[in-house]
T-cell receptor, first 115, second 116 residues
Framework: EPEVTQTPSHQVTQMGQEVILRCVPI?????FYWYRQILGQKVEFLVS????????KSEIFDDQFSVERPDGSNFTLKIRSTKLEDSAMYFC?????????????FGPGTRLTVL | AQKITQTQPGMFVQEKEAVTLDCTYD???????LFWYKQPSSGEMIFLIY??????QNATEGRYSLNFQKARKSANLVISASQLGDSAMYFC?????????????FGTGTRLLVSP
């Protein structure tokens, strides 16, 4: 069964450093998403991406964040200068379409720890 | 704005019993979808069940069923015959048709513990 994959599973970084979180969405999916879950809290939407551009972003997704689809398979989230409060689980998701009934398939997540 | 409310931070159930996890939602959009995800301790998000706002019947998927009461704006998850492996965090989420790209809005989750 096709699945969304994410690397690395766990990333530890120093405050102020740049990190890139990588995702490989399901191959025939066209819509991509990043979500964040701070430990013990709810999952929060960061950004959606379609046709090589951002389609929607939340207020969390400020100038330190960027997304890219550098090739036909990868979808990346870059955090330019990490802060302590960026420590969270980051989930990538993809969907085939955006009709309400289309499930978003989630990857296993990358746990980011900022020291 | 869309909002999901899960008022039960934790629930306990004995193995083989049924349990209901509550979810209420708020949206002014007539077209929306409601989802339940399971998050075990390993952290991944596992899709369980979907209910569309125009669906006439309550959704069912194996031991999972969704008690959809549109007038009350509730979409409670019912797990029948609980198993030890059901112990996990459960999130209710909503998706609306406003922008066309339909982010998921999540509730705060309910931690379910199934005891032998």
């Amino acid at each position: 069964e096709p699945e969304v994959t994410q690397t690395p599973s766990h990333q530890v970084t120093q405050m102020g450093q740049e990190v890139i979180l990588r995702c490989v969405p399901i191959s025939n999916h066209l819509y991509f998403y990043w979500y964040r879950q701070i430990l013990g809290q709810k999952v929060e939407f960061l950004v959606s991406f379609y046709n090589n551009e951002i389609s929607e972003k939340s207020e969390i997704f400020d100038d330190q964040f960027s997304v890219e689809r550098p090739d036909g398979s990868n979808f990346t989230l870059k955090i330019r200068s990490t802060k302590l409060e960026d420590s969270a689980m980051y989930f990538c998701a993809s969907s085939e379409e955006t009709r309400t009934y289309n499930e978003q398939f989630f990857g296993p997540g990358t746990r980011l720890t900022v020291l | 704005a869309q909002k999901i409310t899960q008022t039960q931070p934790g629930m306990f159930v004995q193995e083989k019993e049924a349990v209901t996890l509550d979810c209420t939602y708020d949206t002014s959009d007539p077209s929306y979808g409601l989802f339940w995800y399971k998050q075990p301790s390993s952290g991944e998000m596992i899709f369980l069940i979907y209910q569309g706002s125009y669906d006439q019947q309550n959704a069912t998927e194996g031991r999972y069923s969704l008690n959809f009461q549109k007038a009350r704006k509730s979409a409670n998850l019912v797990i029948s015959a609980s198993q030890l492996g059901d112990s996990a965090m459960y999130f209710c989420a909503m998706r609306v048709m406003n922008t066309g790209f339909q982010k998921l809005v999540f509730g705060t989750g309910t931690r379910l513990l199934v005891s032998p």
